[in-house]
T-cell receptor, first 119, second 112 residues
């Protein structure tokens, strides 16, 4: 149980284009979903917290207009990187906390990540 | 500023050795501490600790929290090459959402 999927697993795009990444909780409803960014050999940096049906809460220094988050249902959140530039190249990981059961709500279950490369 | 610090940052041992990974934290509104293992992709959950002094165990892995010392350790006994990974410590805070603050991770390499 507690499986989170992400799509796509990797994407290469041209500078200036937008890229959408999907995060789905497959076997549970997620109260909250989180989006992280991870640079090589570094830890996870939280970008934003997403609650179903409400606006995302962004961490300091994260541009909300550049990283658009939509949490349309209890099983789906999307991150759109708008007007991507090479410095946006990174590993993006989502996580989700179960709505009920499956352990404490502190436990975040992570998706497999999406590697974005912007040329 | 909430902070989680792990040590060592990197550790190389031989198969069969026992290792201890450390995590210390300075946060407001501590709720729980979690350990994750990250291999090539996303982190997989290992343990969640909320109470001080109670050891959690799963096979060769065990972990304990010391709220007085604001720290936790993760022990791995009889290490195997499959234990090679980055081990992440994270602290959950009492906030509106269950935000996690991650440490830098310990890169563990087990040599045959």
């Amino acid at each position: 149980g507690a499986v989170v999927s992400q799509h796509p697993s990797w994407v290469i795009c041209k500078s200036g284009t937008s890229v959408k990444i999907e995060c789905r909780s497959l076997d549970f409803q997620a109260t909250t979903m989180f989006w992280y960014r991870q640079f090589p050999k570094q830890s996870l940096m939280l970008m934003a917290t997403s609650n179903e049906g409400s606006k995302a809460t962004y961490e300091q220094g994260v541009e909300k207009d550049k990283f658009l988050i939509n949490h349309a249902s209890l099983t789906l959140s999307t991150l759109t990187v708008t007007s991507a530039h090479p410095e946006d190249s990174s590993f993006y990981i989502c996580s989700a906390t179960p709505r009920w059961g499956s352990g404490s709500t502190d436990t975040q279950y992570f998706g497999p990540g999406t590697r974005l490369t912007v040329l | 500023e909430d902070k989680v610090v792990q040590s060592p940052l990197s550790l190389v041992v031989h198969e069969g050795d026992t290792v201890t990974l450390n995590c210390s934290y300075e946060v407001t509104n501590f709720r729980s501490l979690l350990w994750y293992k990250q291999e090539k992709k996303a982190p997989t959950f290992l343990f969640m600790l909320t109470s001080s002094g109670i050891e959690k165990k799963s096979g060769r892995l065990s972990s304990i929290l010391d709220k007085k010392e604001l720290s936790s350790i993760l022990n791995i006994t009889a290490t195997q090459t499959g234990d090679s990974a980055i081990y992440l410590c994270a602290v959950a805070l009492f906030q509106g959402a269950q935000k996690l603050v991650f440490g830098q991770g310990t890169r563990l390499t087990i040599n045959p």
